[in-house]
C-alpha cells in the first residue's frame, strides 16, 4: 500500500474535483471516513450536499445510495424486508438501500422519528437487526445525513440523542465567486459519476485501523477533558458534551493528524475539530429562534470556549 499521506491527498484532490472550491469541506468529509464515522450536512439547497457524498463514494470505488426521506416512509423502506418464499418454504431478507458503503441519508429531518431511529443501529454497530435476526453492512460504512435549515414545515428535528450519533456537522456554504463562475463554465468540473476511483476500499479500511493508532499523549487527553468540561460547566448550555462526544472528537482529531502526515496528536487537532465535533451536541439555555439559528449560536459557544481553555505547550 502506498504511504498514507499519499493515499489522503490523492482522495482529497479526486473529490475537490467535483465539488470545487471546497477544500475543508472535503478534508472533513475524509477526516469522517477515517474516523468510522458519520456526517451531518446542514445548509440550504444545491451547494453541493449530494455531489460532496457521490464524489465520496466514487472516489474509493465503493457502492452508493441515496434515499430521499418523506414523510411517509417506514424503517423497511430503508432496512430491508423479510419475503415468504414458498418455493423454499421460507422468510427470505431483501436488503435495503442501507446496504452499501456510502449513504446519502438526504433530508433526513422529513421523515417520522421511527425511521429516523432505525438508523441508529445501523450507525453504531454498522449491522441492523430484523425479524431476530442480525445482519452485518458493508465496510466502510458512512452516513451523510442532510437537513436544510431553512425549510421546516413537515419536519421532525432530529432528537438530541441521534445528533450525538454523527461524529460530525458540516456545512458546505456557497461557493467564492471566482469558483462559482468556474461551475457555471462547467470547464474541468466533472459529475462525481464521472470520477474514477483513486483509493480502493481495502485501502479505506487500512486507513482508518492506521487513524486509531495516532498517539495521544497525555497533555493532549487532558486538553480534551478541559474542553468537555468547559461545556459542562458554561452558563451558557444546560447541555454539556458527553464522553461519547469527547471520544469523538478524539477520533476525529487522531485522522486528522493522520491527514497531516503525523503519527501522533497536537493541540491543533482537537482545536480544529471542536466546533463540527462538539457544537451539535450541546444545548443552550436559549432555545428561542430557529433551529439553523441555534445551531449557529451553539457553534458561537463552543468557538468561544476553544478561546478561553488554554492549549497546552
Known sequence: MALPLELIRRLEANVARA????PDVVRLAVVGLLARGHLLIED???VGKTTLAAALARSIGAGFQ???????MLPSDILGVSVWQAERGEFVFK??????NIVLADEINRTTPKTQSSLLEAMNETQVSLDHSTY???RPFMVLATQNPLEYEGTHPLPESQLDRFLLRIRVGYPEADDEKTILR?????????LAPVVGVDDVL?????AERVRAEEPVLDYVMALVTATRRSPLLTLGVSPRGALALLRSARAAALADGRDYLVPDDVKGLAVPALAHRVLLKS???APGERGADAEAVIRSITHQVPVPR
Do not use: W
Open 136 to 138: 452485518p453492512l458493508p
Open 95 to 100: 436488503p435495503g438501500p442501507l446496504f452499501t
Open 19 to 22: 465539488l470545487v472550491g471546497k
Open 44 to 46: 440550504v439547497p444545491g
Open 287 to 289: 432555545r428561542t429562534g
Open 66 to 72: 441515496r434515499i430521499q426521506f418523506t414523510s411517509d
Open 186 to 194: 462547467a470547464a474541468g468540473v466533472p459529475s462525481p459519476d464521472a
Open 206 to 210: 487500512e486507513l482508518q485501523a492506521t
